[in-house]
Nanobody, 127 residues
Framework: QVQLVESGGGSVQAGGSLRLSCAASGYTGARNWYCFGWVRQAPGKERETVAVMPGVGYPMYDDSVEGRFAISQDNDRNALWLEMNLLKLDDTAMYYC???????????????????WGRGTQVTVSS
């Protein structure tokens, strides 16, 4: 288990940029065996994972954000970021930092069922 706290949301015009941050603490397992991700949910829509960061390997992105968003993390896995560029109206949503302990480098992909969640930070893109 890990505690997650997001920050950095806000309002921006279409085409602009935002950077979300997530502070991670209280690890109960080996840090490299956590799968981290950013999940968003817009009003009336299902929750969708937009980016994941495994402990070993490369990040993965949903097609809707590929080439515009970038997920990154510090070496100690105390902080996770989501750099969002060329924002679109459809990017408006509540964004959640999420994690799941997956020992022995288990599955860490866009379909993962995260178990640990932050409270979310709102991103609003206007025209």
């Amino acid at each position: 288990q890990v505690q997650l706290v997001e920050s950095g949301g806000g309002s921006v015009q279409a085409g602009g940029s935002l950077r979300l941050s997530c502070a991670a603490s209280g690890y109960t397992g080996a840090r490299n065996w956590y799968c981290f991700g950013w999940v968003r949910q817009a009003p009336g829509k299902e929750r969708e994972t937009v980016a994941v960061m495994p402990g070993v390997g490369y990040p993965m992105y949903d097609d809707s954000v590929e080439g515009r968003f970038a997920i990154s993390q510090d070496n100690d896995r105390n902080a996770l970021w989501l750099e969002m560029n060329l924002l679109k109206l459809d990017d408006t949503a509540m964004y959640y930092c999420a994690a799941r302990y997956v020992p022995y480098s288990g599955y860490c992909g866009l379909k993962i069922a995260f178990t640990d969640w932050g409270r979310g930070t709102q991103v609003t893109v206007s025209s």
